[in-house]
């Protein structure tokens, strides 16, 4: 090994933190690294966002040829080429991947490194290359972008069982039989519909008395309701117990409401979180530290216990979204390369459960306002009161605000409906402006558009339907 290389930064992880913050750093006249263990972008271009929602794609095409006799229109038999579904999938991530780590190497003062970085010190790391070579580094600021990957429970009889995660099941080459599916969040609900449209009998087990334990109830039933019409299985308040296999069938024990019952499928999905890349980064060594689960420890501008060093992403906890990871890069661009003041008190989370229909989702839910004894009214709409939706004829699901009883401004919301996304967008722009709910409802948006729902949203809450 030899004398360690100085730079000004060093960025560890090239997500969606770690790769517009080297640039940015290095565009700033700082000498700067950039280590990546395996490939740039991170969890959402390689096995995240990107993969799923193409992968999600797929199903809704094969979604909507079956339902073609609805809109008038008569196909012939569906059929799913799984292999080809996978192809389309990885050229979109390598067109992703490709052209951020085309952009890297193109930056002056950014030096990109492929290997497994570890602390050796408060200011120094050890990067251990592919090929057996190791690397040592220093600079004044380190930046980690580390991000996390699928956590395994402790199922009895896993270990000896070929199970999938939300990675390995991306690369199936065909379609399984039976899909059976641990955890009722959002990986395996995404994973569970999409299976369901490829062909594929999915029953999904999960623990809690609800899918997506952190939406209202309302919202969580509806979701259920809408996979079961679509024809997935739900156990509810069913925990798995034990897992073994025979003549290439899983079997999967499970115990609900005092009784149990064995699940036998053809493959086998485990959905049941993520936990930290940390454990390898020898964070003692810089004074970094981590809570119990092994999530470091950041302040509102991101700085951990150690002077000089930085966590951004899915591995400091919280919301694990891209977007998150995305403004994270922006508070440190904002502090330490503008010169300016920025945190992360206050910022709104949206996200979107890519099932379909969409769940879109900002701010509190009803549960969260009701708990605190807050003044509220919550506005509700069904999407069959909505022109545009019953148009394409895709009325499932129903949309919620959450407005303050004396700001009248929007708390929160909730669009579980065709593009909820996008819809909870304009929500949630109403929202960082400061708009009482009023001015959505008296506002005049195009017709017909899924954005003039939000006039009879908040004109039912007046009327008090």
Same mark, same amino acid.
Request: net charge neutral; aromatic share 4%.
């Given at each position: 090994?030899?004398?360690?290389?100085?730079?000004? @930064?060093?960025?560890?992880?090239?997500?969606? @933190?770690?790769?517009?913050?080297?640039?940015?750093?290095?565009?700033?006249?700082?000498?700067?690294?950039?280590?990546?263990?395996?490939?740039?972008?991170?969890?959402?271009?390689?096995?995240?966002?990107?993969?799923?929602?193409?992968?999600?794609?797929?199903?809704?095409?094969?979604?909507?040829?079956?339902?073609?006799?609805?809109?008038?229109?008569?196909?012939?038999?569906?059929?799913?080429?799984?292999?080809?579904?996978?192809?389309?999938?990885?050229?979109?991530?390598?067109?992703?991947?490709?052209?951020?780590?085309?952009?890297?190497?193109?930056?002056?003062?950014?030096?990109?490194?492929?290997?497994?970085?570890?602390?050796?010190?408060?200011?120094?790391?050890?990067?251990?290359?592919?090929?057996?070579?190791?690397?040592?580094?220093?600079?004044? =600021?380190?930046?980690?972008?580390?991000?996390?990957?699928?956590? #395994?429970?402790?199922?009895?009889?896993?270990?000896?069982?070929?199970?999938?995660?939300?990675?390995?099941?991306?690369?199936?080459?065909?379609?399984?039989?039976?899909?059976?599916?641990?955890?009722?969040?959002?990986?395996?609900?995404?994973?569970?519909?999409?299976?369901?449209?490829?062909?594929?009998? #999915?029953?999904?087990?999960?623990?809690?008395?609800?899918?997506?334990?952190?939406?209202?109830?309302?919202?969580?039933?509806?979701?259920?309701?809408?996979?079961?019409?679509?024809?997935?299985?739900?156990?509810?308040?069913?925990?798995?117990?034990?897992?073994?296999?025979?003549?290439?069938?899983?079997?999967?024990?499970?115990?609900?409401?005092?009784?149990?019952?064995?699940?036998?499928?053809?493959?086998?999905?485990?959905?049941?979180? =993520?936990?930290?890349?940390?454990?390898?980064?020898?964070?003692?060594? @810089?004074?970094?530290?981590?809570?119990?689960?092994?999530?470091?420890?950041?302040?509102?501008?991101?700085?951990?216990?150690?002077?000089?060093?930085?966590?951004?992403?899915?591995?400091?906890?919280?919301?694990?979204?891209?977007?998150?990871?995305?403004?994270?890069?922006?508070?440190?661009?904002?502090?330490?390369?503008?010169?300016?003041?920025?945190?992360?008190?206050?910022?709104?989370?949206?996200?979107?459960?890519?099932?379909?229909?969409?769940?879109?989702?900002?701010?509190?839910?009803?549960?969260?306002?009701?708990?605190?004894?807050?003044?509220?009214?919550?506005?509700?709409?069904?999407?069959?009161?909505?022109?545009?939706?019953?148009?394409?004829?895709?009325?499932?699901?129903?949309?919620? @605000?959450? #407005?303050?009883?004396?700001?009248?401004?929007?708390?929160?919301?909730?669009?579980?409906?065709?593009?909820?996304?996008?819809?909870?967008?304009?929500?949630?722009?109403?929202?960082?402006?400061?708009?009482?709910?009023?001015?959505?409802?008296?506002?005049?948006?195009?017709?017909?558009?899924?954005?003039?729902?939000?006039?009879?949203?908040?004109?039912?809450?007046?009327?008090?339907?």
């Amino acid at each position: 090994m030899t004398t360690p290389q100085q730079f000004d @930064a060093i960025v560890i992880g090239s997500g969606q @933190a770690g790769t517009p913050l080297c640039t940015a750093l290095a565009e700033a006249g700082m000498r700067t690294a950039l280590i990546e263990r395996e490939h740039v972008g991170g969890t959402c271009v390689n096995v995240g966002c990107t993969p799923t929602k193409t992968m999600v794609a797929s199903a809704r095409v094969a979604y909507l040829a079956r339902r073609g006799a609805d809109y008038g229109v008569h196909t012939g038999d569906i059929r799913i080429d799984m292999e080809r579904v996978r192809q389309r999938k990885r050229d979109i991530v390598n067109s992703f991947r490709n052209g951020s780590q085309g952009r890297i190497e193109k930056t002056a003062h950014l030096e990109l490194m492929f290997g497994e970085a570890s602390f050796t010190g408060a200011k120094s790391l050890l990067v251990r290359q592919k090929d057996g070579g190791q690397l040592a580094l220093t600079a004044e =600021r380190i930046f980690i972008n580390a991000g996390a990957r699928p956590s #395994v429970p402790a199922l009895d009889g896993l270990k000896s069982v070929p199970f999938l995660d939300s990675t390995s099941i991306m690369e199936l080459d065909t379609v399984p039989e039976h899909l059976l599916v641990v955890g009722g969040g959002y990986v395996g609900l995404e994973f569970g519909q999409m299976f369901r449209r490829f062909g594929s009998r #999915v029953t999904i087990v999960q623990s809690a008395g609800q899918l997506l334990n952190r939406e209202d109830p309302d919202i969580a039933e509806e979701v259920a309701k809408i996979l079961r019409q679509d024809g997935v299985d739900i156990l509810l308040n069913a925990t798995a117990n034990r897992v073994s296999q025979s003549d290439g069938s899983i079997r999967l024990e499970v115990q609900q409401q005092g009784h149990s019952t064995a699940l036998a499928g053809s493959r086998l999905l485990v959905a049941t979180g =993520r936990m930290p890349n940390s454990d390898t980064l020898n964070l003692a060594a @810089a004074g970094v530290q981590t809570d119990d689960h092994g999530f470091i420890k950041v302040n509102g501008r991101l700085e951990t216990t150690a002077k000089g060093v930085y966590a951004l992403g899915d591995i400091k906890g919280g919301p694990a979204f891209t977007h998150i990871s995305y403004d994270d890069f922006r508070i440190i661009r904002t502090n330490l390369i503008e010169k300016a003041s920025a945190t992360t008190d206050g910022r709104l989370v949206p996200y979107t459960v890519f099932i379909d229909p969409q769940l879109g989702r900002v701010g509190v839910t009803e549960t969260e306002a009701r708990t605190q004894k807050r003044n509220i009214r919550v506005a509700k709409l069904p999407m069959t009161s909505v022109a545009r939706a019953l148009e394409v004829d895709e009325t499932r699901g129903f949309m919620k @605000a959450i #407005v303050d009883g004396e700001t009248n401004q929007i708390l929160g919301a909730a669009v579980l409906g065709i593009e909820g996304g996008e819809v909870m967008s304009a929500l949630e722009i109403a929202m960082m402006g400061k708009l009482p709910y009023t001015a959505l409802r008296d506002g005049v948006f195009a017709h017909p558009t899924l954005a003039e729902s939000l006039n009879n949203l908040f004109m039912a809450m007046d009327s008090g339907k």
